[in-house]
T-cell receptor, first 109, second 115 residues
């Protein structure tokens, strides 16, 4: 079965520090990967997808097939980045998203 | 567009009762997904439906759980004879015709508590 692993339940950084949220996926020839974010009291929403190669709110994520990783990075954390972040992989022939357990990012002043 | 609407937001049921969770997808979306989140766990896929069809129910428990997405009206996740272990947050998501490959839009969830 496809698995998505986020090893950190909680990541605490100071404002202005770099952020890296780790995500590893199980091998799948051409994976389709996403990062979803849930801010406090809001619904889960798409942050970015690897296929778009986009930067959203200063976040980027690079697919590393050799390490089967899709880590989320931001050079300078902001207070408003505090949220729950979920890595997800499209599985089941493209029918569903398999989510990691999530990482709570806390940006402290 | 109001987004994916789930109701109720909170549902309390006694053991043995039935729970009905409703999900209205975004306008124009024909794909609906249900996920369950147990405490301290991530979202687990349950079922994927299109209008009047179940496409993938590989994550649904074999007994007591069923889902439908009728031609008219919301998608319904039904849990019969609930047990304490069914207590969880249930999330619905919908996608435009491209499916989850494009983007999944999530509702705010229904928190089911079985007492």
């Amino acid at each position: 079965a496809q698995r998505v692993t986020q090893p950190e339940k909680l990541l605490s950084v100071f404002k202005g520090a770099p952020v890296e949220l780790k995500c590893n996926y199980s091998y799948s020839g051409s994976p389709e990967l996403f990062w979803y974010v849930q801010y406090s009291r809001q619904r889960l929403q798409l942050l970015l997808r690897h296929i778009s190669r986009e930067s959203i709110k200063g976040f980027t994520a690079d697919l590393n097939k050799g390490e089967t990783s899709f880590h989320l990075k931001k050079p300078f954390a902001q207070e408003e980045d505090s949220a729950m972040y979920y890595c997800a992989q499209l599985t089941g022939g493209g029918n569903k998203l398999t989510f990691g357990t999530g990482t709570q990012l806390k940006v402290e002043l | 567009n109001a987004g994916v609407m789930q109701n109720p937001r909170h549902l309390v049921r006694r053991r043995g009762q039935e729970a009905r969770l409703r999900c209205s997808p975004m306008k124009g979306h024909s794909h609906v997904y249900w996920y369950r989140q147990l405490p301290e766990e991530g979202l687990k896929f349950m079922v994927y439906l299109q209008k009047e069809n179940i496409i993938d129910e590989s994550g649904m428990p074999k007994e007591r759980f069923s889902a439908e997405f009728p031609k008219e009206g919301p998608s319904i996740l039904r849990i019969q004879q609930v047990v304490r272990g069914d207590s969880a947050a249930y999330f619905c998501a919908s996608s435009p015709p491209g499916g989850a490959r494009t983007e999944a839009f999530f509702g705010q969830g229904t928190r089911l508590t079985v007492v």
